[in-house]
C-alpha cells in the first residue's frame, strides 16, 4: 500500500501522482487528510484500490475507468461523474448530481443523496442505501437506479430507458415515468447486489419505467423539413 498525505500536496500533485502509481502498477493507494477538496483521483484509467480516509468534495473519481474507489467520509457532488468503469463506495452521504452520465461500473452510497442522482444515466448501476432527492434519474437513457429509502419529487422525469427501484415513499414520479411490474428474478437480482455491500434486508422494491410518450423521432430535423 502507497500512502499520500493531501496535506502536503496540491490537488494537481496528489492527482498527478495517483494516476501514476496506478500506471505504474500500484494495487492499493491510501490518500490521507484528503480535507474534503475537490476534483480527487479524476480521469484515474487504471486498475487499483483507491482509498480516501476521510469526506472529499465535488467530482471526485470521475471521468474514470477501472478502479475501486472507497471513501471513509461524504462526497461532495457529481461523485463519479461519466464513470464508465470500476467500482465507488461513499460510507457517508453523497451531495447532488452523484452518478451523472455515468456509463458502466458501479456507485453505491452508505448514507444519502442529493438531488438529481442519476441525471442522464447511460449505463452501470447506482445504489442509494438512504434517500435520493428531487428529480433523480432524471433523462435516464439506461443503467440501473437502487432507492432503499425516500424519493423526492418528480423521479425519472423524462426517462427514456433504464430501470429505477425504490422501497419507500416516493413524492412523486416525473413526466413520462410509470410503475411496472417487478419480476421474482428482478428482486433476487437486487438483493445480491444489496448483499454484496452489506445490505441483508429483503427490501420490496417497486419498479419505475418509462411510458415512451416522449419518443418523438423524425427523419428529418426541424430546419430541414421542406415548409409548404
Known amino acids: 500500500m502507497v500512502d499520500l498525505d493531501a496535506g502536503t500536496l496540491t490537488t494537481r500533485e496528489l492527482n498527478l501522482k495517483i494516476k501514476a502509481l496506478a500506471a505504474n502498477g500500484a494495487e492499493e493507494i491510501r490518500v490521507l487528510n484528503p480535507q474534503a477538496r475537490h476534483n480527487l483521483a479524476v480521469s484515474v484509467l487504471a486498475p487499483c484500490d483507491i482509498t480516501f480516509e476521510g469526506s472529499v468534495g465535488y467530482f471526485c473519481a470521475s471521468l474514470m475507468d477501472g478502479p475501486r474507489v ?33 456509463r458502466g461500473g458501479e456507485i453505491f452510497v ?32 439506461k443503467g440501473r437506479i437502487i ?17 429505477i427501484y425504490a422501497a419507500a415513499n416516493i413524492e412523486s414520479l416525473g413526466n413520462d415515468a410509470i410503475f411496472d411490474r417487478i419480476s421474482e428474478e428482478e428482486l433476487i437480482s437486487i438483493w ?18 418509462s411510458a415512451k410518450k416522449l419518443y ?4 428529418l430535423e426541424r430546419l430541414e423539413k421542406t415548409v409548404i
Open 70 to 102: 472507497t471513501i471513509r467520509g461524504n462526497a461532495g457532488w457529481a461523485l463519479g461523474d461519466n464513470l464508465m468503469g470500476g467500482t465507488i463506495v461513499a460510507t457517508g452521504s453523497v451531495g447532488a448530481a452523484v452518478g451523472s452520465t455515468m
Open 110 to 141: 452508505g448514507g444519502n443523496a442529493g438531488a438529481r442522482a442519476g441525471i442522464s444515466m447511460k449505463g452501470g448501476t447506482l445504489i442509494v442505501a438512504g434517500s435520493v432527492g428531487f428529480m433523480s434519474g432524471f433523462m435516464m437513457q
Open 147 to 163: 432507492v432503499c429509502g425516500d424519493v423526492g419529487d418528480g423521479l425519472g422525469d423524462s426517462m427514456y430507458e433504464g430501470t
Open 192 to 209: 445480491e447486489t444489496l448483499e454484496g455491500y452489506g445490505i441483508k434486508e429483503q427490501y420490496q422494491f417497486r419498479k419505475i419505467v
Open 216 to 219: 418523438h423521432f423524425d427523419a
